[in-house]
């Protein structure tokens, strides 16, 4: 909270924590022989490993909290106070791991910086503490420091699944754990470590990718240097700090999904909101309506009408999985629970070319970027309720095969394309500027799996991206 933005009570509050603490004396013995203790309890720990030094303020104020636990629950209130500034508790089942914590409010939360005093070869700076080789993929490196500020939406992060292995360490000084993954090269799954500080107020969070040995991951967080300072104007806002927890509690509760998404996956979509193949749909947002005329699967994509390179959004992407005569190579794929993400099995998979041809009519008052780009849902057929639903499983290409041509089950090819040079490629290669009255026709590419298309119990249904609707939205019906 920034020292403008208080209000009058709450800069009186952090006067009176740069004020000396006045206690009496009986009181002032409590806390000097809990000071105490907890000085011979770590000299105590220095016989069996090295600990960290902790300064003289932070000891006492360990010794005050110790004593307050004391009182409270000689008093009778019941509240057994913990040492330090969170206490974590961590459930792993079977290959899935959650890290949960509870916030000692009481105490004030310190800023916290971390820098790499150690870096892999070929790493460089980026963004937020991100690091990368920019001359390999996979090897990266991202470095988080939490403090009691952020813990509460973090901790929403730190669940982990397909873990390998879970290596409970020390460094530098801190409880640390190390989790790697299960098929990390092939599903392209790094690893983590985070490091546990709650008598000094953080977390350290590092993630490195699935080419970077773990054992280099170590090494940064071996040579990290932390920097912890006082800042008397952080401070909590407690009342937000539990809704965001309660919150999250009831998504983790609803099986993970927010509450459109659970709508969604209760009432599926609508068929009578749908257009027919043949008919037009009207996209105010872009001021343009679309009609597809026709739907057309090849086996070769030599065969789709006027084809031609120029239409490749990315030339890299199609030229590795096409035969010589046009044909489809077959990809590994994996296949996920719809609800909870998990591999369910890998297979392979042969896929064909779907081209669907669409008229645009732009009825807009000036010229306009029209997107004329769209994208595949598949569902299954509606049922007594009138409403297509997901299916229980989706299929994706596994990773480490670099397949990216059904990346969202968008189209890779536009056959009109107007933004061939640069960053106008790179961002708006399926836009086009549309004057008022013009009309077009054109052809867009979808690469399909064969299974997809002879299922008979799905639909594929198709999403414009002039719509600029919902993600859970759906324009057309198409006939496979």
């Known amino acids: 909270m920034k020292q403008e933005t208080m209000s009058r009570a709450e800069k009186e509050m952090i006067m009176m924590w740069k004020q000396p603490l006045t206690i009496s004396d009986n009181s002032e013995e409590k806390i000097q022989a809990a000071y105490d203790q907890v000085l011979r309890q770590c000299r105590q720990k220095t016989k069996d490993r090295k600990v960290r030094h902790f300064p003289s303020h932070t000891l006492r104020r360990l010794a005050v909290a110790s004593m307050a636990a004391v009182v409270l629950v000689g008093s009778g209130v019941g509240v057994a106070a913990a040492m330090g500034y ?102 392209q799954r790094g690893s983590q470590i985070l490091m546990f500080n709650s008598s000094q107020g953080y977390v350290i969070w590092l993630w490195g990718d699935y080419d970077l040995p773990v054992e280099e991951l170590k090494k940064v967080a071996e040579q990290l240097k932390i920097t912890t300072e006082e800042n008397s104007a952080l401070a909590y806002d407690s009342e937000k700090a539990l809704a965001d927890k309660e919150a999250m509690e009831a998504k983790e509760a609803s099986g993970g999904y927010d509450e459109e998404y659970a709508q969604f996956i209760a009432n599926g979509i609508k068929a009578d909101t749908l257009v027919a193949l043949g008919e037009e749909r009207d996209c105010p947002y872009s001021g343009a309506k679309f009609r597809i005329e026709e739907v057309q699967v090849y086996d070769s994509i030599y065969e789709v009408p006027d084809y031609t390179e120029e239409g490749l959004y ?82 994706d290409a596994v990773p480490s095969e670099n397949y990216d041509l059904q990346m969202d089950n968008s189209c890779f090819y536009l056959s009109t394309p107007q933004n061939l040079e640069g960053e106008n490629r790179l961002h708006s ?42 993600i859970y939205e759906a324009d057309c019906r198409l006939e496979k």
Request: charged share 30%; proline share 4%; aromatic share 10%.
């Open 314 to 395: 990315d030339r890299e992407e199609l030229i590795p999985w096409i035969e010589e005569d046009g044909t489809h190579k077959p990809y590994e794929r994996a296949c996920y629970d719809s609800e909870s993400g998990q591999v369910l099995g890998e297979e392979t998979a042969n896929a064909k070319f779907m081209a669907v041809k669409i008229h645009v009519s732009h009825y807009g008052e000036e010229s306009e970027d029209v997107a004329l780009d769209a994208q595949l849902v598949l569902m299954e057929k509606p049922g007594a309720d009138g409403a297509y639903h997901l299916p229980g499983t989706y299929y």
């Open 429 to 470: 290669f399926f836009y086009r500027t549309m004057e008022p009255g013009e009309e077009m026709t054109y052809t867009i590419i979808f690469a399909v799996d064969q299974d997809v298309l002879a299922d008979e119990s799905m639909e594929l249904l198709l999403k414009y991206n002039a719509a600029a609707g919902d």
């Open 86 to 187: 969170f206490t974590k508790t961590v459930e792993q089942e079977n290959e899935e791991i959650t890290y949960k914590f509870q916030v000692n409010y009481e105490l004030q939360p310190v800023e916290v910086t971390v820098e790499p005093e150690y870096l892999p070869q070929g790493l460089a700076a980026g963004d937020d503490g991100k690091y990368y080789d920019s001359q390999k993929e996979g090897r990266a490196i991202s470095i988080m420091p939490i403090n009691m500020l952020n813990l509460d939406t973090r901790e929403a992060q730190m669940n982990f699944g397909y873990v390998d292995q879970v290596e409970h360490m020390t460094i530098q000084d801190m409880e640390a754990d190390v989790i790697t993954s299960k098929d990390a090269q092939k599903y």
